[in-house]
């Protein structure tokens, strides 16, 4: 069972649709940031939020942290076909040195 | 780029066989942890270093070990291989052990047994 639930596992939207992507626990973290990995590449972080009701915006890329610091959203408008990739959310709670990943959201934009 | 390096990129072994994974963390990080991405099982936690000290552990196997040298680069050590050991290795890196633990990782290590 995975600590971080994504949702939903795979995503198709056509290139300028808006999309929404969603990690939820029923653990507390102190931190949470979102990766976006290519196939075959390393995952890049995106953005790191560590107060609960936090949102952070990176260009058409919003990043909303959860009051109770147990989910988190990601959402993109209107989405480019750069923006296809494997999204992770991943999570620290307090005293835990290791990250926990969900199981991923893959996103397709089709032009 | 993320500043950690890893090598070998690609990696064909045979069953049985042993292995070392090579990791240089960003310049200045303390903290080297190794993950393990395969298809069916995502991106699992095997171990983490600081500062040459095993920190935190994963669900590594025992037939896996890793090690941390002063230069602070990391080893990860796979022997008597499986097939199921097929996967993506990462390795990342992290300045310090505090509050938001973000992680930088590299082009990973494709590790594929016959």
């Known amino acids: 069972t995975q600590l971080l639930e994504q949702s939903p596992q795979f995503l198709s939207i056509q290139e300028g649709e808006n999309l929404t992507v969603y990690c939820n626990s029923s653990?507390?973290?102190?931190?949470l940031q979102w990766y976006r990995q290519e196939p075959g590449e390393g995952p890049v972080l995106l953005v790191t939020?560590?107060?609960?009701?936090e949102v952070k915006k990176l260009k058409r890329l919003t990043f909303q942290f959860g009051d109770a610091r147990k989910d988190s959203s990601l959402h993109i408008t209107a989405a480019q076909t750069g923006d296809t990739g494997l999204y992770l959310c991943?999570?620290?709670?307090?005293?835990?040195?290791?990250?926990?990943f969900g199981a991923g959201t893959t996103v397709t934009v089709r032009a | 780029d993320s500043g950690v390096t890893q090598t070998p990129k690609h990696l064909i072994t045979a069953t049985g066989q042993r292995v070392t994974l090579r990791c240089s963390p960003r310049s200045g990080d303390l903290s080297v942890y190794w993950y393990q991405q395969s298809l069916d099982q995502g991106l699992q936690f095997l171990i983490q270093y600081y500062n040459g000290e095993e920190r935190a552990k994963g669900n590594i196997l025992e037939r896996f070990s890793a090690q941390q040298f002063p230069d602070l680069h990391s080893e990860l050590n796979l022997s008597s291989l499986e097939l199921g050991d097929s996967a993506l290795y990462f390795c990342a890196s992290s300045g310090t052990s505090g509050r938001t633990n973000e992680q930088f990782f590299g082009p990973g290590t494709r590790l594929t047994v016959l």
């Open positions: 939020v560590v107060t609960g009701g």
């Open positions: 991943a999570g620290s709670r307090s005293n835990d040195y290791k990250l926990s």
């Open positions: 653990s507390v973290f102190s931190s």
